[in-house]
């Protein structure tokens, strides 16, 4: 029987997909080195709006802010949701609801979820800054580090945390030396991810930072330039940024392939 | 009599309303090659994690080398296990694996590699040391494990079922390679299997398990030729069963044929008589004869089991013909055939 796939024909619509997506950006790559500035044309290669970018204050501002967001609650989530993950696993048998639950943040709209932070936050009547960020996106990176170092539980073999016992080793030393080197890959992979989705998300950031110019990140003070039109520097910032995380979350695709590094 | 090696006394485990262990009491020798039979949920592999530590009695003494350790936790225990899954470290080489336990007793960094090495060859695996165990077959990485508990050398060494994944060639090898480490090493070895063949091959003494308690416990001889209760009959080889009546001492099967016993059933009344497949004989001796029609012969290579089926039983009585007797006398399905047993190999057991 021949085969109904034409090879020639998969071939066109799988480069018409490719160029759908990475056309765009290969654009916004490009007029990040464009002399002139100007979207319409073509000047000459220079990186001079690199260099504009960093002696812009605010935007440099904005990505020290973005930076503390993004490493913080990247820390902060990657503790509690291993913890939270190995806590799981063990009650497992105790139905799903749980897990239901823990990964409610990951699927609801992010605008849902940031309207129901602010209200809950001038509930309690917290002063709204970099700390209120940082808590907000604590919550949603904890479902994401909880998700990825659950799929690596699924296939932990808990018999090693026994033997490892029974060969003589302390719960201290099982925890070092057995435990964390199997589910490193896992956590690594989990905290890469959460690093890169606090990096660039910005609706949440929007609605709990509060007033003034303090708390603005890196996407907020992008929206706020982009008002006023796309200058080349936001090109380059943007160029930067998708960089950093392409190579995050390519690093953080191939811990979390399963093996383990050397492998 | 030498002091034992283990005594479990009156021990027992609870989990919720279930009696995983109900009052066990046994002794093991220095250097035994004892084997824990059971089917699932006999409590067997509960009894097991109970002497490696895992488990804590709920009552009753583990005394080992007659210091009583049945609250001592596992990693302070001079007792190994070599898990059912193996449970090797995945990020570990083999030799990185062996070394852990050795580490642990904190040995000078030469002496350890010394062992390490001693055990690569006594398990054959020289040349795998760096691999790791996902790049292993099967039964390199039991043979792994069994060195990585082997190491230590413990004065017990428990294995929870260690050939049940591996393939049935391989199993009867490797029945045969654990019995020359143990006798080499000299470490009373204790066995978990629900493989009845297994700890009869392998095993210096057996015990069966069932329901949390203790059925039987003697020598494979002992437990297939002298088996004490219908159950352990049943669960050891294979057994044809004659539901009789016993009335003042004379047995009468269904069909109101007399079956004679060396012995007879204590209180008289309900029970059955027993009697191995290769008891029975086609030549016409023995002082017990029944009649029945051949439903179905299979040729096994070194005999022949012979189905008949008999007003005598409710189930085909199973026959084993040694190669020689099958062709002195052949028989085909159809064939009305009497077959003999002495009173000696009857065993009778009350309902």
């Given at each position: 029987?021949?085969?109904?796939a ?33 979207p ?11 260099g504009e ?9 904005a ?5 503390i967001?993004?490493?913080?609650s ?21 139905g ?19 309207i ?10 917290v ?12 919550v ?44 490193l ?7 890469l991810?959460?690093f ?21 990140t890196?996407p907020?003070?992008i ?5 006023f ?6 090109n ?20 979390n392939r399963g ?5 | 009599?030498n ?15 279930v ?6 009491d ?20 509960t ?11 709920d ?13 001592i ?23 990185q ?5 050795l ?5 000078p960094?030469a002496?350890?590699?010394?062992r ?5 060859q ?7 040391a ?18 990585r ?8 060494l ?26 080499e090493f ?12 297994e ?8 015990a069966?398990l069932?329901?949390g ?8 001889h002992?437990?297939y ?33 007399v079956?004679?016993?060396d ?12 009697v ?20 179905a012969t ?10 008949l089926?008999?007003?005598?039983a409710p189930d085909p009585?199973v ?10 006398r052949?028989?085909?399905?159809g ?11 009857t ?5």
């Open positions: 029987m021949r085969s109904i034409n090879p020639r024909l998969m071939l066109m619509i799988l480069s018409a997909v490719f160029a759908f997506l990475y056309i765009p950006i290969s654009v916004l790559f490009a007029l990040s080195f464009n002399e002139g500035g100007l319409t044309a073509w000047t000459g290669f220079s990186v001079k709006w690199y970018l960093f002696r812009n204050s605010d935007i440099m501002g990505a020290l802010n973005t930076l967001v993004a490493v913080v990247t820390i902060l989530a990657t503790v509690l949701g291993t913890l939270l993950a190995v806590g799981v696993e063990i009650r497992r048998r105790k799903r609801f749980l897990e239901t639950i823990i990964f409610a943040p990951m699927i609801i709209p992010d605008i849902v979820l940031a129901a932070l602010l209200s809950f936050f001038s509930l309690l009547n002063v709204m800054g970099l700390h209120t960020i940082i808590v907000s996106h604590v949603f990176n904890l479902a994401f580090v909880c998700s990825v170092v659950r799929a690596r539980l699924k296939t932990f073999d808990w018999s090693i945390v026994e033997a490892s016992t029974d060969l003589g080793a302390p719960m201290i030393v099982t925890l070092w030396r057995v435990v964390l080197p199997v589910m890959p896992a956590v690594i992979a989990g905290a991810l959460a890169t989705l606090s990096l660039d998300e910005f609706i949440i950031a929007f609605f709990t930072a509060g007033a003034g110019r303090d708390s603005i890196l907020m003070q929206y706020a330039m982009i008002r039109g796309i200058t080349p520097e936001i380059a910032l943007a160029a930067i940024v998708m960089t950093v995380s392409v190579v995050i979350l390519a690093l953080s695709q191939r811990l093996g383990l590094p050397g492998q | 009599m002091q034992p090696l283990l005594s479990i006394r009156g021990a027992q485990k609870h989990f919720g309303p009696r995983a262990i109900d009052g066990i046994l002794d093991i020798q220095e250097n035994e090659f004892f084997a824990l039979l059971g089917a699932s949920g006999s409590g067997k592999t009894l097991l994690r109970m002497l490696a530590g895992f488990e804590m009695p009552g009753g003494q583990i005394l080992l080398d007659n210091q009583d350790v049945s609250h936790p596992p990693n302070k225990r001079p007792v190994n296990l070599m898990f059912q899954s193996y449970a090797l470290f995945p990020h570990m080489s083999v030799a694996n062996i070394a852990y336990g580490e642990m007793e904190k040995l960094k002496q350890i590699k010394a390490v090495d001693e055990i690569l006594v398990i054959q695996l020289g040349d795998l760096r691999r790791k165990p996902d790049q292993l077959s099967g039964g390199q990485r039991q043979r792994v494990a069994l060195a508990a082997l190491v230590k050398r413990p004065r017990l428990l294995l929870d079922e260690p050939l049940g994944a591996l393939d049935k060639k391989l199993r009867g090898d490797m029945q045969l390679e654990l019995k020359r480490i143990q006798l000299g470490i009373t070895f204790i066995i978990v299997t629900h493989d009845q063949e700890a009869l091959v392998m095993a210096d003494r057996v069966i069932k329901d308690k203790l059925l039987q416990c003697g020598t494979p002992q437990i030729e002298q088996p004490e209760s219908r159950f352990a009959a049943d669960f050891i080889g294979v057994m044809n069963f004659f539901p009789v009546t016993d009335v003042a001492g004379i047995l009468t099967a269904q069909d109101g044929s079956i004679t016993a012995r007879t059933l204590t209180k008289g009344g309900q029970g059955v008589a027993a191995r497949p290769e008891r029975l004989r086609l030549d016409g001796v023995g002082d017990n004869a029944i009649t029945g029609t051949v439903t299979a040729y096994h290579g070194l005999d022949l089991q012979v189905h089926r008999t007003p005598a009585v026959m084993r013909l040694t190669a020689d007797a099958a062709e002195a052949p028989l085909a399905a064939d009305t055939v009497t077959v003999h047993w002495s009173a000696r190999d065993r009778v057991f009350a309902d």
